[in-house]
């Protein structure tokens, strides 16, 4: 099955803790992004990569950090610094070039 | 202004119905219009999407309307079904202009509700 993973669908954390989000695809996809959903909003761009070894920032990077060390992996961190870091993370991949962004099916992080 | 703003913010509908979602934006820059379903808890999914060299364009029940020059976009759904509940997003993109990898500027969704 092609598609994208994101792991866990449901994620606990305390205050004050760095929590890792997982994303993965095997639709062979140069590009991968992040987004965040809050209740009431449309999607906001947190960070996006279009190689391995590159990323930059998107709308509201602040308090969170990316990797992209393999074309199939793009994990996000939300460190202690996001004030509120509460929401439903959303990862998605395009074809290099292409505006077709194709998203996976979230991880929700509740941090209390 | 790089802002998508949509309307209505919620809408409800008889099976049968043709909800219409709107959409407006300033940048003329834009030049990708793609519209997403999202269910609850679920990651959006690509409906149907429009270059602003077309003024419409049909997928199946779905259709877009696009009016260039007042900067407006809008969805239809044909013969709405209670399956069709969901929130749609639409967007907007200006890839090459921005070299901003295919960055999604999203409108702040609609709640429809098919009502059998």
């Known amino acids: 099955d092609g598609g994208i993973t994101q792991s866990p669908k449901y994620l606990f954390r305390k205050e004050g803790q760095n929590v890792t989000l997982s994303c993965e695809q095997n639709?062979?996809?140069?590009?991968m992004y992040w987004y965040r959903q809050d209740p009431g909003q449309g999607l906001r761009l947190i960070y996006y990569?279009?190689?391995?070894?590159?990323?930059q920032k998107g709308d509201i990077a602040e308090g969170y950090s990316v990797s992209r060390e393999k074309k199939e992996s793009f994990p996000l961190t939300v460190t202690s610094a996001q004030k509120n870091p509460t929401a439903f993370y959303l990862c998605?991949?395009?074809?290099?070039?292409?505006?077709?962004?194709?998203f996976g099916p979230g991880t929700r992080l509740t941090v209390t | 202004q790089q802002q998508v703003k949509q309307s209505p913010q919620s809408l409800i509908v008889q099976k049968g119905g043709i909800p219409i979602i709107n959409c407006a934006y300033e940048?003329?820059?834009?030049?990708?219009f793609p519209w997403y379903q999202q269910f609850p808890g679920k990651g959006p999914a690509l409906l149907i999407a429009?270059?602003?060299?077309?003024s419409e364009k049909k997928e199946g029940r779905f259709t877009i309307s696009f009016n260039k020059s007042a900067k407006q976009f809008s969805l239809h759904i044909m013969d709405s079904q209670p399956g069709d509940s969901a929130t749609y997003f639409c967007?907007?993109?200006?890839?090459?202009?921005?070299?901003?990898?295919?960055?999604?500027?999203f409108g702040q969704g609609t709640e429809l509700s098919v009502k059998p």
């Open positions: 998605a991949s395009s074809i290099a070039g292409k505006y077709e962004q194709y």
């Open positions: 639709l062979n996809h140069d590009a």
């Open positions: 990569s279009q190689i391995v070894n590159d990323f």
């Open positions: 940048n003329t820059a834009f030049d990708y």
């Open positions: 429009i270059r602003p060299d077309v």
């Open positions: 967007a907007a993109s200006a890839y090459m202009i921005y070299n901003q990898g295919g960055k999604l500027i």
